[in-house]
Structures are given as structure tokens and as C-alpha cells.
């Protein structure tokens, strides 16, 4: 019975023995430590085969946590900005924890590693113990909140407004603030981010769809050259649920004719706004170019043009939706310029430059082309004889001394017949002159220009009619109309 008392007490030594020399398990291990008065604790653990691999694996197991107390998923709901501020808080995290180091991030460190394998299977598991000073972890768990808050707002707040400004009647306000959050749905990765822009592109397509332009006062106006036409009133008018109203803030875009600096005419634009009853007024400058003229008055919706731009490929037909219904808002504004040309005697002649084209026509029937169509406008007009075989450019004084005695003007062209073709059984004759209006009085030149044209006939000498008369009546007569001040 002894020895075996013996043989027991050794077995209980070997047994405290064995115990005391194999390392403890720390606490954290088993239960990850609560809070306390200053820091927050964060447990990452996990196991491989090879030691790197399961403190990689840690690393991660850590993160994920950081990232569950803070409330947000990476993968989901996340912006360029909210991405990119995530990885790096993430990268700075990981760097922390592989090299233990302080002051990487404010308020977090390492407080410990313990590593074990299992001598029967090989397997390393690493555990990280990390604490948060908790007023510093709820300022990161505030910023990040703030970048996914930001994401969801860009897109609720305009729309908000918009359906606010709606509600208000400031139309183009609120179809500015739905642009916004199309403009915030298509740029980010935001849940429903494409129903969310399909709602706020219907909204501003419906708005826009009732919104027209309408003239308060005549649409259509004639004044003399040069004079000054009478201002212009426009409103800009939403019918939207069978109640109608005008529209105060909007910008107007007025396009009218303009004279250039080469004589040819051209646009101009001036823009006006709608006051607080949805009025705008606007004069257009006097042309010294007779004809028949349009203003366009389209509203100016380039801001919210600018919103839409970015807007990713799968987005531009909601986007074209909404640009096509604004920028048929546009009213027209039709006025004639009427040259007071015909009210002043005018002297005509012409003549062949060349032998050649003396030898095949006959500049009377330029002028009795030209003469045709002024005289339809009621043109008042004479003819004047030149001198025979007349070659050159004629002087002013020899043009007061042929002229009529009323005549005021003096119109000169220079003829020529460049060319004859046949084709078939019928010839092609092409003409050309140079015709200038001069004011006797003055001097001034009032008219100048080179024109071509061609004529057809089954002899030479009727295509060669054909040609000068279409010259005179067409080329030259009717640029006339609309040039002669």
C-alpha cells in the first residue's frame, strides 16, 4: 500500500510539472474584454496552415469587426469617396497590426498576439487583441457615416427640394433640383440608384412638358429700315393639372438677325429674364438689311444641361428625355424689314465687257430680267443710255450726265458670256456680271456684287438669253429686294 502511495504522489508531481512548463491561454482568447472607462476592444482570430497566412487571416478577422461596430458595408452603398476613404482606413489598420506600431491611427493599437499550433495536425492559429481609445473610435465611426450619409443625401435632399420647389411654383427651380439628384443617382453606387434617377427624370420631364413660351404682345411686326421695332413682352407659362401659371426666375435666350461686319447677316443673342409674374421683355436691335427675319425665344436651360452631361451612358435616354422636352420651349418672332429702295428713282443700264460676249447677246435682256422683278415690287425705274461700245468701269460724272433728271440711283453691270456647251440637241450658255448701285448725290456705294448663272435653249443664242435674263431676274433682281437699303 505504500508503494503505491509512492508511485501516486510522483504521478501528481508530473502532472503539476507538465502544467507549469506549457504556456496559459490568456483571458482575451477565451472572452474579448468589455469596454472600460477609456477603450473600446477589437479580437481578430484565425487558422492555416502556415503562421503568415493565419496572421494575415487575423489581420482581416480584426478588420472585419472594426468594420461591423462601425455600421457599413464596403461592397454596398459605397461612393468613389467613401471607397477610397475605406481602403485606406483599412490599409492603415492592417500596417498597425503586422508592424504593431503607434500613431498610425489615432487611438488604436496592438495590445498583443498569441500564436498556437496544434502539434497533432500542424495548424497555426493566431489571435490579435487591439484596442480602440473609444472617443477617437466614435469620431471615425462619425466620419465614415458622414461620407455614406452624404452619398444617400446628394440624391434625397435636391430631390426633396425639387419636390418642394414644385409645390411652390418655382417650376425651373425644382427641375434644377431634380436634375441634381439625377446627376448624384448616376454618379454613385447608391442602392436603386437607376429607379431613383428614372423617378427624378419623370418628374422633370412632366414639368418641363407643361411649360411654354407665349407672346404678350404682337407676334408678328414690319418696320422700315433701320427703324426700331417695338418691344417685345413674352410669358412663360406652366399648365400642369389643368391650372395654368406663369413662371417667375427663368432665363430666356433671345436669338435675332444681325448684320456682321462682312455685310452677310448673322445671329446675335441676348438673354432676359422672367420677373415675378413670369413677364420678360425684350427689344430687338435694328438691321439696315431688308427682308424677312425670325427671333427665336427658347428658354435658356443651360444649367441644367450642365448637371446632366456627366451622367453615365446607361442614364442618357432619361437624360435626353428631359433636355428634348426643355428645349422645345421656344416661341418665334416673325418681322419684315421693309427697304424704302423702291421710293427712290433708280437709273439702270448694262453692258457686254467683251468682243466676244457683244458678238452673242445682248445686255438688254439682262436689264429687262432685272427690271421684271423690280418693277413687281413697284420699283420706280429708268433707263439710261451709254455711250457706245462702252468697255469700262463708268465714272460718277458720266452717270449725272446720262441719268434721267429724277433719277437718284445709278445702277451699272458689266456683262459677259463665259462659256457655250451643246449637250445633245440642246446648249448650255453660263454668264456673269458685276453690277454696283451707286447714290448719285453722294456718291456712296450702296450695291456691289459679283453673281453666275446659267441658261438653256435649243440654239446658242437662246440659251445665251436664257442665261442673262435669269441673271438679271433672279441672281441679281431678287438679292436686290433684299439688299438695297
Given at each position: 500500500?505504500?508503494?503505491?502511495?509512492?508511485?501516486g504522489?510522483?504521478?501528481?508531481?508530473l502532472?503539476?510539472?507538465?502544467?507549469a512548463?506549457a504556456?496559459?491561454?490568456?483571458?482575451?482568447?477565451i472572452?474579448?474584454?468589455?469596454?472600460?472607462?477609456?477603450?473600446?476592444?477589437?479580437?481578430g482570430?484565425?487558422?492555416?496552415?502556415?503562421?503568415?497566412?493565419?496572421?494575415?487571416?487575423?489581420t482581416?478577422s480584426?478588420i472585419?469587426?472594426?468594420?461591423?461596430?462601425?455600421?457599413?458595408?464596403?461592397?454596398v452603398?459605397?461612393?468613389?469617396?467613401?471607397?477610397?476613404?475605406?481602403?485606406?482606413?483599412?490599409?492603415?489598420?492592417?500596417?498597425?497590426?503586422?508592424?504593431?506600431?503607434?500613431?498610425?491611427?489615432?487611438?488604436?493599437?496592438?495590445v498583443?498576439?498569441?500564436i498556437?499550433?496544434d502539434?497533432?495536425?500542424?495548424?497555426?492559429?493566431?489571435?490579435?487583441?487591439?484596442?480602440?481609445?473609444?472617443?477617437?473610435?466614435?469620431k471615425?465611426?462619425?466620419?465614415i457615416?458622414?461620407?455614406?450619409?452624404e452619398?444617400?443625401?446628394?440624391?434625397?435632399i435636391?430631390?426633396?427640394?425639387?419636390?418642394?420647389a414644385?409645390?411652390?411654383?418655382?417650376l425651373?427651380?425644382?427641375i434644377r433640383?431634380?436634375?441634381?439628384a439625377?446627376?448624384?443617382?448616376?454618379?454613385?453606387?447608391?442602392?436603386?440608384?437607376?429607379?431613383k434617377?428614372?423617378r427624378n427624370?419623370?418628374?422633370?420631364?412632366e414639368?418641363?412638358?407643361?411649360?411654354?413660351?407665349?407672346f404678350?404682345?404682337?407676334?408678328?411686326?414690319?418696320?422700315?429700315?433701320?427703324?426700331?421695332?417695338?418691344?417685345?413682352r413674352?410669358?412663360?407659362?406652366?399648365?400642369?393639372?389643368g391650372?395654368e401659371?406663369r413662371?417667375?426666375?427663368?432665363?430666356?435666350?433671345?436669338?435675332?438677325?444681325?448684320?456682321l461686319?462682312?455685310?452677310?447677316?448673322?445671329?446675335?443673342?441676348?438673354?432676359v429674364?422672367?420677373?415675378?409674374?413670369?413677364?420678360?421683355?425684350?427689344?430687338?436691335?435694328p438691321?439696315?438689311?431688308?427682308?424677312i427675319?425670325?427671333?427665336a425665344?427658347q428658354l435658356?436651360y443651360s444649367?441644367?444641361?450642365?448637371?446632366?452631361?456627366?451622367l453615365p451612358?446607361?442614364?442618357l435616354?432619361?437624360?435626353?428625355?428631359?433636355?428634348?422636352?426643355?428645349?422645345?420651349?421656344?416661341?418665334?418672332?416673325n418681322y419684315?424689314v421693309?427697304?424704302?429702295?423702291k421710293?427712290?428713282?433708280?437709273?439702270v443700264?448694262?453692258?457686254?465687257?467683251?468682243?466676244v460676249?457683244?458678238g452673242?447677246?445682248?445686255?438688254?435682256?439682262?436689264?429687262s430680267?432685272?427690271?421684271?422683278t423690280?418693277?413687281?415690287?413697284g420699283?420706280?425705274?429708268?433707263d439710261?443710255?451709254?455711250?457706245?461700245?462702252?468697255?469700262?468701269?463708268?465714272?460718277?460724272?458720266v452717270?449725272?450726265?446720262?441719268?434721267?433728271?429724277?433719277?437718284?440711283?445709278?445702277?451699272?453691270?458689266?456683262?459677259?458670256?463665259?462659256?457655250?456647251?451643246?449637250?445633245?440637241?440642246y446648249?448650255?450658255?453660263?454668264?456673269?456680271?458685276?453690277?454696283?448701285?451707286?447714290?448719285?448725290?453722294?456718291?456712296?456705294?450702296?450695291y456691289?456684287a459679283?453673281?453666275?448663272?446659267?441658261?438653256?435653249?435649243?440654239?446658242?443664242?437662246?440659251a445665251v438669253?436664257?442665261?442673262?435674263?435669269?441673271?438679271?431676274?433672279?441672281?441679281?433682281g431678287k438679292?436686290l429686294l433684299?439688299?438695297?437699303?
Open positions: 500500500m505504500k508503494k503505491i502511495r509512492v508511485i504522489a510522483l504521478i501528481v508531481a502532472l503539476v510539472s507538465s502544467c512548463s504556456p496559459s491561454i490568456p483571458e482575451w482568447v472572452q474579448k474584454p468589455a469596454p472600460d472607462a477609456k477603450y473600446t476592444f477589437f479580437v482570430s484565425s487558422s492555416a496552415p502556415d503562421s503568415t497566412t493565419a496572421a494575415n487571416d487575423a482581416a480584426l472585419a469587426g472594426i468594420m461591423q461596430y462601425m455600421g457599413v458595408s464596403v461592397s452603398s459605397s461612393s468613389a469617396e467613401a471607397r477610397a476613404s475605406l481602403d485606406e482606413y483599412q490599409a492603415q489598420i492592417t500596417q498597425t497590426v503586422k508592424t504593431e506600431a503607434k500613431g498610425r491611427l489615432a487611438g488604436f493599437e496592438v498583443e498576439k498569441y498556437q499550433k502539434p497533432k495536425t500542424g495548424q497555426y492559429t493566431v489571435h490579435v487583441l487591439a484596442r480602440y481609445e473609444t472617443k477617437e473610435l466614435q471615425e465611426k462619425a466620419r457615416e458622414a461620407l455614406f450619409q452619398e444617400r443625401d446628394a440624391v434625397a435636391p430631390e426633396k427640394k425639387g419636390d418642394q414644385a409645390t411652390e411654383g418655382r425651373m427651380d425644382a433640383s431634380y436634375a441634381e439625377m446627376s448624384a443617382a448616376g454618379g454613385s453606387n447608391i442602392e436603386n440608384a437607376k429607379i434617377l428614372e427624370a419623370k418628374k422633370a420631364s414639368l418641363a412638358a407643361s411649360l411654354k413660351i407665349t404678350i404682345s404682337e407676334n408678328s411686326l414690319s418696320a422700315p429700315i433701320g427703324s426700331k421695332l417695338p418691344e417685345s413674352v410669358a412663360l407659362v406652366s399648365n400642369s393639372g391650372m401659371r413662371v417667375a426666375g427663368a432665363s430666356l435666350l433671345v436669338t435675332y438677325p444681325k448684320k461686319a462682312s455685310g452677310r447677316v448673322g445671329t446675335g443673342t441676348l438673354q429674364f422672367t420677373d415675378t409674374n413670369g413677364l420678360a421683355e425684350f427689344e430687338v436691335p438691321i439696315d438689311v431688308p427682308g427675319y425670325r427671333v425665344i435658356d444649367s441644367i444641361g450642365d448637371l446632366l452631361s456627366s451612358s446607361w442614364a435616354p432619361y437624360s435626353d428625355a428631359v433636355q428634348n422636352e426643355l428645349s422645345g420651349i421656344v416661341a418665334y418672332l419684315k421693309i427697304s424704302m429702295a421710293n427712290v428713282p433708280m437709273a443700264a448694262a453692258y457686254m465687257k467683251d468682243a460676249s457683244a452673242n447677246a445682248d445686255p438688254a435682256v439682262f436689264l430680267g432685272l427690271k421684271e423690280l418693277l413687281k415690287e420699283f420706280s425705274l429708268s439710261a443710255i451709254l455711250p457706245s461700245s462702252y468697255k469700262t468701269p463708268i465714272d460718277l460724272s452717270m449725272r450726265a446720262i441719268a434721267p433728271t429724277d433719277a437718284q440711283r445709278f445702277a451699272i453691270a458689266s456683262l459677259a458670256v463665259t462659256s457655250i456647251s451643246q449637250d445633245g440637241s446648249f448650255i450658255a453660263a454668264a456673269e456680271g458685276s453690277l454696283a448701285v451707286f447714290e448719285l448725290a453722294s456718291g456712296r456705294t450702296l456691289s459679283t453673281k453666275s448663272t446659267q441658261g438653256m435653249g435649243l440654239s446658242e443664242s437662246e438669253s436664257n442665261a442673262l435674263k435669269t441673271l438679271g431676274s433672279q441672281a441679281f438679292d433684299s439688299a438695297l437699303p
